[in-house]
């Protein structure tokens, strides 16, 4: 993989972190819906960049006709995010064009629709990827499958590689700017600039909870005022995501859902690319210990929260878009 250079003049951990969010309003392609029922009864909304039934509609792709002969990227997006977000449809865009099939598994509520269910997802949640990757294994049983997790994602699906170690259901996979110690990012984004991230991702959590308040009333017995008063991360994981899946407390949560001690349990060819300029996070994310050498680890400099912005002020590139395709280039060709 290439080296990451931040673009000249945006070097700036604010300006990689925002710069995406300006330069791509709108999604590079309208997806293909599709709805998972889940046993519990609730829903999954996956984004497809084709028809994973039909035939490509994208006249540029390399590889054109069945979906059923390409290789799946699989992303999973970070805390609030969805298609929508600049880096989802940017990635999904990137890898279709190169030939492959990919989707993105919204986690429950973030697909624009409340799920049903008072719970929700975090950190630590793997169940809900689990039952989507068995049913992308049932229907594309021999297709090479590369996971991206963005964020959120990253910390998720690197609990999930540890988990499910000997059965990931993956070829390889990537995890992009990662809060591997919870308790240091809950921390770290209450302070400077940061907090311009963390009111605008509170008050996304804070919304979505309330059109969901009567059913977080019933399992949790919070009320809307109570939500509308939360004004930290760390009080809303106190409040909301650790009663509400089965924590004692806010710690519990960040101690069970870390990934960072979890990540020597992971046997799956795994890279971790990170910033150390993140604004997210502290230097407790990157590992102090030797990883195994299923683990390629790539620690940049420059890169703030899964921005990874090169080329230059007049033509910015997204570095992740060139490279991470260009990564899996082999696991492509074996498709």
Not at 158 to 186: K, R
Not at 307 to 329: D, H, V
Request: aromatic share 12%; charged share 25%; proline share 6%.
């Amino acid at each position: 993989m290439t080296i990451f250079t931040a673009a000249a003049g945006l070097s700036n951990p604010h300006l990689q972190t925002l710069v995406p969010r300006f330069i791509r309003k709108q999604a590079l392609f309208d997806p293909q819906w599709q709805t998972l029922e889940t046993p519990d009864g609730d829903f999954l909304d996956l984004a497809w960049s084709e028809d994973p039934k039909g035939d490509s509609p994208n006249s540029d792709n390399k590889s054109r006709g069945d979906a059923n002969n390409k290789p799946i990227f699989v992303l999973f997006h970070g805390l609030e995010g969805s298609f929508e977000s600049p880096y989802a449809n940017g990635l999904m865009n990137a890898f279709a064009k190169d030939g492959w099939l990919s989707v993105m598994m919204h986690f429950r509520g973030c697909s624009g629709k409340p799920n049903r269910l008072a719970r929700a997802y975090h950190s630590g949640e793997v169940e809900d990827a689990r039952f989507f990757l068995r049913h992308l294994h049932a229907q594309f049983p021999n297709n090479p499958k590369v996971a991206v997790g963005i964020s959120l994602g990253g910390n998720m699906l690197a609990n999930y590689l540890a988990e499910y170690a000997d059965d990931p259901l993956l070829s390889a996979a990537t995890i992009v700017s990662a809060p591997f110690d919870l308790a240091c990012c809950s921390s770290r984004i209450e302070r400077g600039f940061s907090r311009l991230y963390k009111k605008y991702l509170l008050n996304s959590l804070k919304s979505n909870a309330l059109k969901k308040v009567k059913l977080l009333q019933e399992k949790i017995g919070i009320s809307a005022e109570t939500i509308k008063k939360i004004d930290k991360l760390y009080e809303f994981d106190e409040r909301i995501t650790a009663p509400l899946h089965g924590f004692k407390n806010a710690q519990d949560y960040y101690a069970q859902c870390s990934a960072l001690p979890k990540l020597n349990k992971i046997k799956l060819p795994t890279q971790i690319i990170h910033a150390k300029d993140d604004p997210f996070m502290t230097d407790d994310v990157i590992p102090k210990f030797v990883l195994p050498d299923n683990i390629d680890y790539r620690l940049f400099q420059k890169g703030g929260h899964v921005g990874f912005i090169t080329g230059s002020t007049l033509k910015p590139r997204f570095w992740l878009e060139e490279a991470l395709p260009a990564y899996y280039e082999s696991i492509q060709d074996s498709a």
